[in-house]
Each structure stands twice: as structure tokens, then as C-alpha cells.
């Protein structure tokens, strides 16, 4: 009786040794480990490129004077823009930029009815950011002020009406003076030495300023001289760069 009970309680042991153990439940990952980066780590799509049409004008401030002798065609001639440039809603060339180009004709004039003229071929945009592009520019004198040629008006004279034949006279006295004698040089020549001397100064002020004007180095523009730049062709700028170069200080 003791062996078989010893027995059983063997084979109970070995039946629950062998019995498999239920594995836990698998932990599920927080739920914010299983969402995607939000969408504004997205990279934007690029801007498209500003295009200024042909035939824009951009106002300029002349950075470099423009001398009368010194400054010939060829030389370079630098300027900034004075204003703004949008195309539509957007910035195309901000203001600060600078404008390089070459002068292709210069004419001084002072001392003619002739206003100075002046023709410049720009070829470069260069922004604040250091970026720089390509254009085909020319310069018009559209601030300059027209020849102003004065004009002198004559008031109408009426003719003096008649004091009578007695006024400052008694009656009966005639009213013819004798002639006064002659005191000093005729009168013809006195007039002729006058006109001569006028016609010699004018005659040396004339050779005076023509000496002056081939000979003395003086600014014909002046820096800060406001001027316009028309675009000959379309100018295509990249939207990336003009954002920073807006960005960027002066």
C-alpha cells in the first residue's frame, strides 16, 4: 500500500513538470513611438525663378562722379538701386543693390545751350549676399530737367499826351534853345570806343571759356546723380537667393 502511494505521488510530480508555462502577454509600444514626424519636418518645394521683363525701369543712384576729362568710354560706372524692383506680389531686386557697367559716350558742355550727355551699358546685378547675374541695361536721362530758355516780356509804353505849346513857357516866348557848346571828344567816337572795348571782352571771355572747357577736369555728374536704367533684355533670378539677399544687411 506505501509503494503505491509513494508511485502516484511520482508520476503527479512528473505530469506537472512537464506541463508547458503560459508565456506573458506582450507589452504593446506607447503609441507615440508608432506616429510619423510631423508633417513640417517636410522639406517645401523650391521656389520657381523671378523673371524682370525687358523694358523695366529701375531707378539708380550714380556711385562714382563722372568727370569731363578724366572719365572716358570703357570706364567702369557703379550704382545702387534707389527703389525697389517687385514683379507682381514679389521682391525682384531689392533695394541696396548694386549695378556695374561701362560708360560708352560722354559729352561735357558747359558753356553751349546743350545739356550734358551721358550713355552707360550695364552688365551686372550684385546683391548684398554676394549673389550676381547677368543684364543688358542702358541708362536714360529721364531725371534731368529740360533747357529752361528765359523769356523777357516788354511792357506796352502809351505815348505821353501833350503838355501844350505854353507849359514852362511864357506865351509869345519861343520855344527853341540855342545849341550848347561842344565840351570834349565828338560823340561818334566816344560811342565807338565803347563798342569796341565791349566786343574785345566778349571776343576774350568767349576764348576764355572755350580754354577752360578743353583744358579743366570738372564733374559733369556728381555722385548721388538720380538716374534710370532700362532693361534691354528679361533678367531671371533665382527666388532663393533674392530671399536671403533681402535678408542679408546692406
Not at 512537464?18 to 517645401?44: D, F, G, I, W
Not at 567816337?189 to 577736369?217: P, Q
Not at 539677399?245 to 546692406?250: D, E, L, R
Amino acid at each position: 500500500m506505501f509503494v503505491h502511494s509513494v508511485t502516484a505521488l511520482m508520476i503527479t510530480s512528473l505530469a506537472f513538470a512537464q506541463a508547458p508555462v503560459p508565456n506573458p502577454p506582450a507589452q504593446q509600444p506607447p503609441a507615440s513611438t508608432t506616429q510619423q514626424a510631423p508633417a513640417s519636418t517636410a522639406q517645401q518645394a523650391p521656389q520657381s525663378p523671378i523673371t524682370v521683363p525687358a523694358g523695366t525701369a529701375i531707378p539708380l543712384t550714380l556711385m562714382n562722379s563722372v568727370k569731363s576729362k578724366s572719365t572716358k568710354p570703357g570706364d567702369t560706372v557703379r550704382a545702387v538701386v534707389a527703389f525697389p524692383v517687385t514683379v507682381g506680389s514679389r521682391l525682384a531686386i531689392p533695394t541696396g543693390t548694386f549695378v556695374e557697367g561701362t560708360v560708352t559716350e560722354v559729352s561735357a558742355k558747359p558753356f553751349k545751350n546743350q545739356a550734358p550727355t551721358l550713355r552707360i551699358h550695364f552688365t551686372r546685378l550684385l546683391f548684398a549676399n554676394g549673389y550676381s547675374v547677368a543684364l543688358n541695361g542702358e541708362n536714360t536721362q529721364a531725371f534731368l530737367l529740360p533747357d529752361q530758355s528765359s523769356t523777357v516780356e516788354l511792357a506796352e509804353l502809351e505815348p505821353m499826351p501833350s503838355l501844350g505849346p505854353n507849359f514852362a513857357m511864357g506865351a509869345g516866348q519861343s520855344s527853341t534853345l540855342p545849341p550848347l557848346p561842344q565840351v570834349g571828344p565828338p560823340m561818334g567816337e566816344v560811342m565807338g570806343g565803347v563798342f569796341g572795348g565791349a566786343a574785345a571782352l566778349t571776343i576774350g571771355m568767349v576764348i576764355w571759356a572755350h580754354h577752360r572747357a578743353n583744358s579743366y577736369d570738372f564733374v559733369v555728374f556728381d555722385v548721388g546723380w538720380q538716374f534710370q536704367m532700362v532693361l534691354d533684355a528679361p533678367v531671371t533670378l533665382d527666388a532663393a537667393q533674392i530671399t536671403a539677399a533681402a535678408s542679408a544687411p546692406q
